[in-house]
C-alpha cells in the first residue's frame, strides 16, 4: 500500500481533547509530543499526514467525518491485534488495545467489551467505544510490538498489506454507514402492499399471508400453522407423507395440494419479518439504510453488519433502492471471484489461464475439460472448493484433478492440515482457528504459496476460540478457508483501492457484499467509477497475488434502481 506523507500516531484525550506525535521508521517519535484541545482540528490541520496511527476507527473516525474530516490512511490497532493474533494461532484471545498493553507487560489481560446490535437508522460506529482512552505513549509501546511481530512472520510483507487493508476497510466501513444505502420508503410500502396486501390492526399477519394460511389448512382438511415448521410436518404425516423438513427443495418434491400455497407463505413470511413495515419504521431514517458494517465480522474476513439483515436484501425489495435525483448507482459483481482466486494462489498454470480472459470462466473451463458441460465443469470446480466428494461430485473432481492437478492438491492440502488440526492461512496470512488439542507448533506444512484458507463462521459453524471435534467437518472448513479467505482478504484491497481511486469526486461508497459493491453518484460521475471499479479489481490483484495471468473482472450496470442491476 502506499505510504505517501508523513505518519502520525493520535490519542483521545479528556473531553474533546488529543495527544499526538510524528513517527519515524519503526514507529518511533520523530518529534515532540503535541496536545491539542480539539481532536477533529488536529487532524484537519495536518493534511501532510500520510497515515494515522490510532487505537480504533471506530473510537476516532465517526468524530472526523461528522466535522467533514477524511483521512486518506490509517492502521487501526485494534483490527491489526485481531490479525496478529489469529497469525499467531491465538484467535479468540482480547483483542482490545488494552488487553495487547497488558499481554506486553504480563498483567492481567481485560476482556473486550460486548459489541451490541446497531441502532435502527442509527450513524452508529462500528464497535462501542472504550470509556477510557488509551494513552498516547501506551498506543505507541502497542504499535512497536505490533511492527515487531509482523517482523516475524513468515511472510512479513503479506502479513502488513493484509492489516493496511484491514484498517482501510475500517474507514471504507465508516464512510459507508455515514453515507446510508439511499432508500425510498414510499417505494417500499407500495411493494409491501403490492405483494402482503393490507395490514391489520394489532400486528397481526398482513392480509395476502392470511389467505394463503386458509389455503394451507384447506389442502391438509384441518387449521395448520404454516409458520410452524412441526405443525407443518405434523399435518403431511397425517397426510401419509414423511417429511424431513419444510425446506424448498423438499417441500417441491412432494406432490399434495397444500405445498404451492406452503412455498408461497414462506416466500412473503420472510419478506414480511426480515423486510416489512416494521424493520422499515426501524432501519430507515432521511431516506437511508445504515446497518453497520463489521469488516472482518466473520474469521473468514468477510463482513457482516451489525443488524438490519443488509447482506440478505430480497430483489424485490431492492426496488426500494432508488439513487437520489440526478444520481446513479453503480453496481458491480466480481466475475466467478474464488474460482479466479484459486487459480491465483494455487498457480496452478491450466487454471491461471483458464482465468486469464475475462469471459465466463466456467465455459472456458468446461471447454477444457467437460466436452463443453458448463454445468459439470461449474459443479466440479465448486466442489474442490467446497468439499462435494460423493456422487457426481466425486467424478467431476477426479476430471478437474487430471487437468488442474496444483490446483486440487492446494485445497487437497488445506483439507488434509484442516483434518489433521493444523493451523492454515489466506495467502496475505489471515489464519483459521485452532483445533481442540492442537499444539502451538502445529501449522500447515505447506510453504506459504501453497497454504490454505474458509467460510463463514454462520456457514460452517466456525468461530474464534471454538474447535470441530469432526475431522472431516474441519478438514471441509479449511479446505473453503484458503479460498474465500483470500478472496476476502482480495476484496479488502479491491475497496482500498476504489476508495483511492474515487478520491476528490462526489461518488461515495454505499454497499458491499462479499462480491459485490455499489456506488452511489452523480450521473456525469458514472462512466469514471465504472472504469475505476474495473481497474481497482485488477490492481488488487496484482498487490494480493502478484503478476499472474489471472484476471478480475466485473460486471457493471448503472442504473436508477438497484433491482434494475440483475
Not at 397444500?258 to 414462506?266: D, I, M, N, S, T
Not at 469471459?359 to 472456458?364: C, H, I, N, Q, V
Not at 472504469?531 to 496484482?542: N, P
Request: hydrophobic content about 40%.
Amino acid at each position: 500500500m502506499d505510504e505517501r506523507g508523513s505518519r502520525w500516531a493520535l490519542a483521545a484525550a479528556e473531553g474533546d481533547g488529543a495527544r499526538l506525535v510524528p513517527l519515524g521508521p519503526g514507529g518511533v517519535p520523530a518529534g515532540p509530543v503535541v496536545t491539542e484541545p480539539d481532536l477533529v482540528e488536529a487532524v484537519r490541520s495536518r493534511p501532510e499526514a500520510g497515515r494515522w496511527v490510532w487505537r480504533s476507527t471506530a473510537e476516532i473516525y465517526p468524530r472526523l467525518l461528522a466535522a467533514g474530516v477524511r483521512v486518506a490512511r490509517c492502521y487501526d490497532i485494534e483490527s491489526t491485534e485481531q490479525l496478529l493474533l489469529g497469525h499467531e494461532g491465538r484467535l479468540g484471545e482480547p483483542r482490545s488495545a488494552a488487553a495487547a498493553l497488558a499481554r506486553l507487560h504480563g498483567r492481567p489481560v481485560p476482556a473486550d467489551p460486548p459489541q451490541r446490535a446497531a441502532e435502527p437508522g442509527a450513524q452508529s460506529s462500528l464497535f462501542d467505544p472504550q470509556p477510557v482512552p488509551l494513552p498516547l505513549e501506551s498506543l505507541l509501546e502497542v504499535y512497536g510490538e505490533q511492527l515487531r511481530r509482523h517482523e516475524a512472520a513468515e511472510h512479513p510483507g503479506r502479513l502488513r498489506l493484509l492489516t493496511a487493508a484491514e484498517s482501510a476497510g475500517m474507514l471504507v466501513a465508516a464512510e459507508m454507514n455515514l453515507a446510508g444505502l439511499p432508500w425510498r420508503a414510499d417505494v417500499h410500502r407500495e411493494v409491501l402492499a403490492e405483494l402482503l396486501g393490507e395490514r391489520y390492526a394489532g400486528g397481526g399477519e398482513p392480509r395476502r399471508l392470511a389467505e394463503l394460511a386458509d389455503e394451507v389448512s384447506a389442502a391438509f382438511g384441518r387449521r395448520v400453522r404454516p409458520d410452524l415448521p412441526a405443525d407443518v410436518l405434523k399435518a403431511f404425516a397425517r397426510a401419509g407423507i414423511r417429511v424431513k423438513s419444510t425446506r424448498r427443495w423438499e417441500l417441491e418434491e412432494i406432490d399434495h395440494p397444500a405445498v404451492e400455497p406452503l412455498l408461497r407463505y414462506k416466500t412473503l413470511y420472510r419478506i414480511w419479518v426480515a423486510h416489512g413495515w416494521s424493520w422499515l419504521q426501524d432501519w430507515v431514517r432521511e431516506g437511508r439504510f445504515r446497518p453497520g458494517y463489521l469488516p472482518g465480522g466473520t474469521v473468514s474476513g468477510r463482513w457482516t453488519t451489525r443488524g438490519g439483515g443488509a447482506l440478505q436484501i430480497p430483489k424485490v425489495i431492492r426496488r426500494a433502492v432508488v439513487a437520489d435525483e440526478g444520481w446513479r448507482l453503480v453496481v458491480a459483481d466480481a466475475d466467478q471471484m474464488e474460482p479466479r482466486v484459486l487459480a491465483a494462489i494455487s498457480r496452478d498454470p491450466g487454471l491461471m489461464e483458464v482465468a486469464g480472459h475475462e469471459g465466463d470462466l466456467y465455459t472456458a473451463l468446461s471447454d477444457r475439460a467437460f466436452s463443453g458441460d458448463r454445468e459439470h465443469a461449474k459443479l466440479a470446480l465448486l466442489g474442490a472448493v467446497y468439499g462435494q466428494t460423493s456422487g457426481d461430485g466425486l467424478k467431476n473432481l477426479a476430471a478437474l484433478r487430471r487437468r488442474f492437478p496444483a490446483a486440487v492438491g492446494y485445497v487437497d492440502g488445506a483439507a488434509k492440515a484442516g483434518e489433521e488440526g493444523r493451523l492454515v492461512r489466506t495467502w496475505l496470512g489471515r489464519t483459521s482457528p485452532r483445533a481442540a488439542g492442537a499444539g502451538e507448533d502445529d501449522e500447515a506444512g505447506l510453504p506459504q504459496e501453497t497454504s490454505p484458507g474458509e467460510a463463514p463462521a454462520a456457514e460452517t459453524g466456525f468461530t474464534p476460540g471454538y474447535a470441530s471435534t469432526d475431522a472431516r467437518a474441519r478438514g471441509r472448513f479449511t479446505r473453503n478457508f484458503v479460498v474465500q479467505g483470500s478472496a476476502a482478504d482480495w476484496a479488502l484491497l479491491m475497496l482500498a483501492a476504489l476508495r483511492q481511486a474515487t478520491w476528490g469526486m462526489r461518488a461515495e461508497l454505499v454497499f458491499f457484499q462479499h462480491d459485490e459493491v455499489m456506488v452511489h453518484c452523480p450521473a456525469e460521475e458514472a462512466e469514471a467509477v465504472v472504469k475505476a471499479i474495473r481497474e481497482a479489481g485488477e490492481t488488487a490483484g496484482e498487490l494480493a497475488f502478484g503478476r499472474t495471468p489471472v484476471r478480475f473482472p466485473f460486471t457493471t450496470a448503472v442504473v436508477e434502481c438497484y433491482a434494475d442491476a440483475k
